[in-house]
Nanobody
């Protein structure tokens, strides 16, 4: 069984910073892409940032220049450093990982439980 455990959400004033972490554990052979998504009330879940096993990164336009995604492959952990937060960043943030359980295996999509980020104006 594989688990993704997130931490680091909370309440912050506009202009502040938060750092999210997501650690994957379990019977993992390898982790391909990892990423962060968010879902605000009444809206669809959207990609915030993603990073491949090779280090290629992409960001949503709304967070470029403010958020930084990184990963520690030795710890099976992905991070999201969020700076200059704005009220519209308020959402539940979900970690996602594409994980291979064993060779030659299929890749499976896993999600964390979500962590609330609230930015007050």
């Amino acid at each position: 069984q594989v688990q993704l455990v997130e931490s680091g959400g909370g309440l912050v004033q506009a202009g502040g910073s938060l750092r999210l972490s997501c650690a994957a554990s379990g019977s993992i052979f390898s982790i391909n892409a990892m990423g962060w998504y968010r879902q605000a009330p009444g809206k669809q879940r959207e990609l915030v940032a993603g990073i491949t096993s090779g280090g290629s990164i992409n960001y949503a336009d709304s967070v470029k220049g403010r958020f930084t995604i990184s990963r520690d492959n030795a710890k099976n952990t992905v991070y999201l450093q969020m700076n200059r937060l704005k009220p519209y960043d308020t959402a539940v943030y979900y970690c996602n990982a594409v994980i291979r359980l064993g060779p030659p295996g299929l890749d499976y999509d896993y999600w964390g439980q979500g962590t609330q980020v609230t930015v007050s104006s």
